[in-house]
């Protein structure tokens, strides 16, 4: 099993920034993907970007079209840490983020894609 705990939620004003974090424990060694989703009210679940690594270090990060260029993902390997950069904030942004790690497979954009999830945080956005 592995556990993930998010932090870094709040509220912030539009045009802010966040930075929220997702620490992993237990059998990690059988993961190789970490990703972002969000809900927000009365909305289903959507993909915020996901991050993947090797033996040999951090890889390739990818994230959705709605947050490219404001939220980064980054990862500290020794930490088993996952981070979402989040900038320029928008109203549309506020929603619970929720981590999620699994193995990398064909629906790293989707909640399928993944086995283990964190209870969730929430960012809200001020206008």
């Known amino acids: 099993q592995v556990q993930l705990a998010e932090s870094g939620g709040g509220l912030v004003q539009a045009g802010g920034s966040l930075r929220l974090s997702c620490a992993a424990s237990?059998?990690?060694?059988?993961?190789?993907?970490m990703a972002w989703f969000r809900q927000a009210p009365g909305k289903e679940r959507e993909f915020v970007g996901a991050?993947?690594?090797?033996?040999?270090?951090?890889?390739?990060?990818t994230t959705a079209d709605s947050v490219k260029g404001r939220f980064t993902i980054s990862r500290d390997d020794a930490k088993n840490t996952m981070y979402l950069q989040m900038n320029s904030l928008k109203a549309e942004d506020t929603a619970v983020y929720y981590c999620a790690a699994g193995r990398a497979n064909i629906y790293v954009r989707l909640e399928r894609g993944y086995d283990y999830w964190g209870q969730g945080t929430q960012v809200t956005v001020s206008s």
């Open positions: 991050i993947f690594w090797s033996t040999g270090g951090t890889g390739a990060t």
């Open positions: 237990g059998r990690t060694f059988g993961t190789n993907v």
